[in-house]
């Protein structure tokens, strides 16, 4: 089966950074995904990497390492509006994605 | 239409009453996906359709769960006897299809809460 994994809550400070670690152990990989989702509302996409690197994307980025199956989401700057969920996904075959359950980031003033 | 629709946002029924979930993707998207999100687990892969053929069903927990697409576009999700552990948020997303990851990010829609009584 899929295993990925994410921590469950994290807590920062507005203005700050903060580092969503998802770690997997996928039969297959064809891409690592991370969404957005705001309690009651669709998860929204935010970044996709399929090769090793980082991928920057205004204040989030996201970063891959295959061999370690390591992935991280950056937020820079953050505001209040990022309290949210953060789910990390795996899409190890054609089409199908699998997810972690999800870290759920709230962001103080 | 502008994003993936699901209706209805929420549905309470009964125990052993059946129920059906419709999904409208986005227009143009030949891949559909259902998943289930239940309180602190990750989404729950159900079912996905190319076009209207369901290549692979395997994520269905039981034969109470079915689903249809139809005209490449509208699916619908139908539970029958429902059971309280069916009781979750159930999502659709939708894809553009092709192999590459680039070609194939979800889109998800915001979901139907379902509660059986």
């Known amino acids: 089966g899929q295993n990925i994994d994410q921590p469950t809550e994290m807590t920062a400070t507005e203005g700050a950074i903060v580092q969503i670690n998802c770690t997997y152990q996928?039969?297959?990989?064809?891409?690592l995904f991370w969404y957005q989702q705001h309690a009651g509302e669709a998860p929204t996409f935010l970044s996709y990497?399929?090769?090793?690197g980082l991928e920057e994307k205004g204040r989030f980025s996201s970063f891959l390492s295959r061999s370690k199956g390591y992935s991280y989401l950056l937020l820079k700057e953050l505001q209040m509006k990022d309290s949210a969920s953060y789910l990390c996904?795996?899409?190890?075959?054609?089409?199908?994605?699998?997810f972690g359950a999800g870290t759920t980031v709230t962001v103080r003033a | 239409g502008a994003g993936v629709s699901q209706s209805p946002s929420n549905k309470v029924t009964e125990k052993g009453k059946d129920v059906e979930l419709r999904c409208d993707p986005i227009?143009?998207?030949?891949?559909l996906y259902w998943y289930r999100q239940s309180l602190g687990q990750g989404l729950e892969f159900l079912i996905y359709?190319?076009?209207?053929?369901?290549?692979?069903k395997s994520g269905l927990p039981s034969d109470r769960f079915s689903a249809e697409r139809t005209g490449g576009s509208v699916s619908t999700l139908t539970i029958q006897r429902t059971q309280q552990e069916d009781s979750a948020v159930y999502l659709c997303?939708?894809?553009?299809?092709?192999?590459?990851?680039?070609?194939?990010?979800?889109?998800f829609g915001a979901g139907t809460r379902l509660s059986v009584l």
């Open positions: 990497n399929v090769l090793d």
């Open positions: 997303a939708s894809s553009m299809g092709g192999l590459a990851a680039s070609k194939n990010i979800q889109y």
């Open positions: 359709f190319q076009g209207n053929s369901a290549p692979d």
């Open positions: 996904a795996v899409r190890d075959g054609d089409y199908k994605l699998s």
């Open positions: 227009s143009g998207h030949t891949a």
């Open positions: 996928t039969s297959g990989f064809n891409g």
